[in-house]
């Protein structure tokens, strides 16, 4: 898979797919990079694969993953203007992503699904200026 995103004007629907692709999936903590003279965020995300998309009586799309089929991509966010990560626990090397990259129109978020005392143990926070992101799968 190969997406590459550039631009100001995105329609909800893609920033949702974008989370279908990633959703259910880990973040390899270790391999988070970021360049500040670049602006740019790089890290690596193992994936499930989708299986198929299911529509509901309301019309809501369900996505169905196969459940023990992961793929490694590569995530990557240019024109970053502020970068926070927040990890509670140093000794984790990947976490489970609660929903996926969250992208918005400036902004985009992960976070963990794990907890410690009632607080998430690891979120990213990326904004930027305008959205520039590319997903690579690394074969």
Known sequence: ???????????GNVFKEIASQTGK???LIDSIKYSENDSIVEFIVKRRTIDKYKSNYFGFIKVKY??????KTKVQ??????????N?????EEVNMLFGVKIDSN???ISSVEEV????????????????????DIL
């Not at 196969?66 to 793929?71: A, R, T, V």
């Not at 966010?77 to 927040?86: P, Q």
């Open 25 to 27: 999936g880990k973040i």
């Open 66 to 71: 196969k459940s023990n089929d992961f793929l």
């Open 88 to 92: 509670k626990d140093k000794s984790l």
């Open 117 to 136: 005392e009632g607080e998430t143990v690891f979120s990213i926070s990326i904004k930027y200026s305008s959205l520039d992101l590319t997903l690579e």
């Open 1 to 11: 898979m190969y997406i590459k995103l550039n631009g100001k004007d995105f329609t």
């Open 77 to 86: 966010f240019k024109n970053v203007t502020l970068f926070n990560v927040d």
């Open 107 to 109: 902004e985009a978020s």
